[in-house]
């Protein structure tokens, strides 16, 4: 849907997907120079409709980077998978050198002294990191806007909300200001943004890509990952992003092979679950669950069969399980803000509502909701005895009106928290399997959704290889937002 204002054209090189745009400039048919030169005047054109990106960085020393870049082509050096292609990191990570502020005014002159680790991975495999993507503070609820940056819109209405947390990144690749992006992913940052702007999310297993964070063995419901307009462009970036690292001492070893080069395998029947609303339990805004189904039609000319699936759990018992554990975890990250009155008043009221929560948790809550955990873990794994994945649509509603923090009731059902319209995404989640936001295509209003299609235990190559067949088959996947162009 159009804002009313002239297009914009996505200049050439911007078209171009992550693999070959990184392989042009290896072999010297482009220059990383031309490559961020057209990067940065697109963002300059397409950046302040969305507010996708921000913190960037001033153009010469961008420039004199990828001329650096170039540089190392000339020689003969080995260079890396994303040599010479721009990055913007989510806000939520650490990048030396960079404003990271987290969405929050608490943090907004932050400037890390080192990378994340899956940074460190990328800015060595190549990528010039030219600023940030927006986040919702802290990253806490769908939907990217906080007082530091304000809102990021959405690529195909920019009326309405990008979702989140990793909303900057789907929406700067969905407009073509970003090659290929990265994000993180507790309660659907990966999936949910890739829904609402037509991209590809990833939520690799529990472990494949390490975190360096302050209670490496607890802490086991967030992940990072990758992002991209294809699959094969989120399979390289996972590539580079996975593997063991001694801070994560839960993190899994390398599998010894890139994610990319291995899709075409895998070529047989793929029997396929449909989890639905999960018996009724969850409520879906009109339009939801049709169009996902509808998608079908693309698996099956893939080679896929779909059934109903159901699971022998409780979902209300998942969610509890999801908030208290969720609580546990961000009511501790915050706990010394939120004694401070000060710094209390500068949080977000959804970051309040975890604290404080929180504060009336006791260890054997916490412990229960652990073992609630475990027992979902064993009952929906045991759908893969039967089933090569599992689907289930990627978010409850279709992106809403900017202006709306999070939607108050879904198809008339009253939402109880500030996340609870996101309760699909809790599944994956909660049984730490990898799962990715398929484009599943647009409303009458032009609105994207997402399928999730979620795999077996640390069955990430197998999810990735059945999502690059579901996206041969998928003719939605290249449409552009309405507001840009092509010459």
Request: hydrophobic residues 45%; proline residues 8%; negative net charge.
């Amino acid at each position: 849907m159009s804002d009313g204002a002239a297009p914009i054209t996505v200049p050439a090189l911007c078209r171009i997907d992550a693999v070959p745009l990184a392989a042009m400039i290896r072999r010297r048919e482009v220059s990383s120079r031309e490559v961020m030169a057209a990067y940065l005047d697109h963002i300059e054109a397409a950046n302040p409709r969305v507010n996708a990106i921000v913190s960037l960085r001033p153009r010469a020393e961008l420039l004199a980077e990828a001329e650096e870049a170039d540089r190392a082509v000339a020689r003969g050096d080995a260079v890396g998978p994303l040599h010479g292609l721009p990055q913007a990191i989510k806000d939520l990570a650490a990048t030396k050198g960079l404003r990271t502020t987290l969405g929050s005014p608490l943090f907004a002159d932050q400037v890390p002294e080192a990378d994340a680790v899956f940074v460190a991975r990328m800015r060595a495999a190549g990528a010039v990191i030219i600023g940030k993507t927006n986040v919702p503070e802290f990253g806490y609820g769908s939907n990217s806007y906080n007082p530091v940056f304000g809102l990021t819109r959405n690529a195909y209405d920019p009326s309405r909300v990008a979702g989140g947390s990793s909303g900057g990144a789907a929406v700067a690749l969905a407009t073509r200001m970003l090659p290929v992006g990265d994000g993180g992913d507790m309660g659907g940052s990966l999936r949910n943004p890739a829904a609402f702007n037509n991209v590809f999310g990833f939520r690799p297993s529990q472990g494949r890509v390490p975190a360096d964070t302050p209670d490496p063995f607890y802490g086991q419901m967030a992940v990072e990952g990758p992002m991209g307009r294809t699959v094969r462009d989120v399979a390289m970036l996972l590539s580079v992003q996975a593997g063991y690292d001694p801070r994560a001492p839960l993190s899994l070893e390398d599998p010894g092979f890139r994610f990319e080069e291995r899709l075409e395998e895998g070529r047989g029947p793929l029997r396929l679950g449909w989890l639905g609303d999960l018996g009724g339990h969850l409520p879906f805004e009109p339009g939801v669950l049709e169009l996902c189904t509808a998608a079908f039609d693309v698996f099956r000319q893939a080679g896929g069969s779909v059934e109903e699936a159901r699971v022998a759990f409780d979902p209300e018992r998942l969610w509890q399980a999801f908030v208290v554990l969720r609580q546990q975890s961000i009511g501790g990250r915050h706990d010394a803000a939120w004694r401070d009155p000060a710094q209390r008043r500068q949080l977000k009221p959804e970051a309040i509502w975890e604290i404080e929560g929180s504060h009336g948790l006791s260890g054997l809550d916490v412990y229960k909701a652990g073992l609630d955990r475990g027992a979902w873990y064993k009952a929906f794994t045991a759908l893969f005895e039967r089933f090569d994945f599992l689907l289930i649509p990627s978010a409850q509603v279709f992106p809403f009106e900017a202006g709306i923090d999070w939607p108050a009731r879904i198809n008339g059902r009253p939402m109880d928290s500030y996340h609870r319209w996101m309760e699909v995404v809790a599944g994956a989640t909660m049984a730490g399997l990898p799962a990715i936001s398929l484009p599943a295509g647009f409303d009458p209003r032009g609105l994207p959704m997402g399928l999730q299609l979620i795999g077996p235990p640390r069955g990430d190559l197998r999810v990735l290889q059945a999502a690059a067949r579901y996206e041969a088959a998928c003719p939605w996947i290249t449409r552009l937002p309405d507001w840009l162009g092509v010459p």
